[in-house]
């Protein structure tokens, strides 16, 4: 029995389009600069927010409407969660889909029985991909949601969580193997401090270059072939967070010699809460190679918190895949960690804010496309640096000059000559432009 009922499969049926189920510029099989839609974006479906999301916030109870769930945490309703999840994901054309261990599967009294509860909806999951074709981007584990997890996982305070967690991320990615997943992923939820009077940064950060080494070595040992990411976020629920940005997530990599093992997957909402655009993390990450994915929602400025609202600025979806078509995706993906609004209560609604942010990230990949083939701004950009072009700016760059050479040359000019324009305005016209013509 199906649970969209009153929803076909949906179709691209372009711009001119009002039908609220329909695509009305994500065309799957659309070649824009040299890849089909559907190759460029990767679009992932997350079953947290999707599926297991109920409308609760710190000020009220559940709103949501999920007619398939009986309320209970029993494996029988997990499984059953399952199957309408991919009638979601197929009605919906999404090629991938990612999750959380405990989105998937409850726990039970201990381990063992946890592990068999995650067995036990693994095969469903297997089930249900062998016969839609969906694949898994990437799993993870939930080492936030259980109270055992209060100090954090892998930066705990007792010995007994670390363990429990090494655990988690073993059957965790043992599942994640065995689903094809092309990722997996580690988001320190509670991996940070309240407080720094009660801290041991030093061990604690040591600890979990530790754990991801381990993680590592057994990815080796079961043949995960995927690619290990860490979401940078700077605080919720801790005050402070260790992956609290690129830069911060980088250095610890390089701190613990990791950087051949992982890359980053970016979120804008997070970038946001770090005081940065998204379009700068996804620079810094993408100049130093180690881009690795992106998590695809937005958040509202005038509140400080999380929110994880579906993108549908344009201006935001271009800016990312200007970014995106410089340094790719694969095998990443554009990943729904969006929620529909807590007054959004119908499953209808899943599917229209699904289409909607779709739709975006295909604009802002047409405009985006338009605009490197075209060098709207790249010109303007090469203008500027130009001076590095002739042959001071090149020998400095290649190391073959001394503060002793500079200060020869500068002795005998006396002054910098005049500054070149940084053209802002003019360049932000240029951009507002390919909106327009878009």
Known sequence: MSAFPEVSKIKYEGPQSDNPLAFRW????????????????RFTVVYWHTFRGTGADPFGGATMCRPWDDGTESVENACNRARVA???????????????????????????????NFDAVAKVLKEQQD???????????????????????????????????????????????????????????????????????????DHLGRFFHM????????????????????KEPTKHQYDSDAAACLNFLRAYDL???????????????????MMHELEYAGMQGMLGSIDANTGDLLLG?????????YYL????????????????GVNFDAKVRRESFEPIDLFYAHIGSMDAFARGLKIAAKM???????????????????????????????????????????????NTSGRQELMENIFNRYLDLA
């Open 131 to 205: 016969a839609t074709g969906v694949k898994l981007l990437w799993g993870t584990a939930n080492m936030f949601s259980n109270p055992r997890f209060m100090h954090g996982a892998a930066t705990t305070c007792n010995v007994d969580v670390f363990t429990y967690a090494a655990a988690q991320v073993k059957k965790a990615l043992e599942v994640t193997n065995e689903l094809g997943g092309e990722n997996y992923v580690f988001w320190g939820g509670r991996e940070g401090y309240q407080c720094l009077y009660n801290t041991d940064m030093k061990r604690e950060l």
């Open 86 to 116: 991919f009638e979601f994901f197929e009605k919906l054309d999404a090629p991938f889909y990612a999750f959380h261990d405990r989105d998937v599967a409850p726990e039970g009294a201990n381990l063992a029985e946890t592990n068999a």
């Open 305 to 313: 918190w999380d929110t994880d609202q579906f993108a549908t600025n």
């Open 372 to 418: 490197i083939d075209e060098g709207g701004l790249s010109k303007l950009v090469d203008q500027r640096y130009s001076s590095w072009d002739g042959d001071l700016g090149k020998k400095i760059e290649a190391g073959q000059v001394s503060f002793t050479d500079l200060e020869k040359i500068m002795l005998e000019k006396g002054d910098v000559e005049a």
């Open 317 to 332: 979806t271009t800016q990312i895949m200007l970014v995106l078509l410089k340094y790719g995706l694969s095998p990443g």
């Open 259 to 277: 950087t051949d093992h992982f890359k980053l997957n970016i979120e804008t909402n997070h970038a946001t809460l770090a005081g940065h655009e």
């Open 26 to 41: 994500y065309n799957p099989d659309e070649v824009v600069a040299g890849k089909t839609m559907k190759e460029h974006l």
């Open 215 to 234: 993680a590592v070595d057994y990815a080796k040992e079961i043949g995960f072939t995927g690619q290990f990411l860490i979401e940078p976020k700077p």
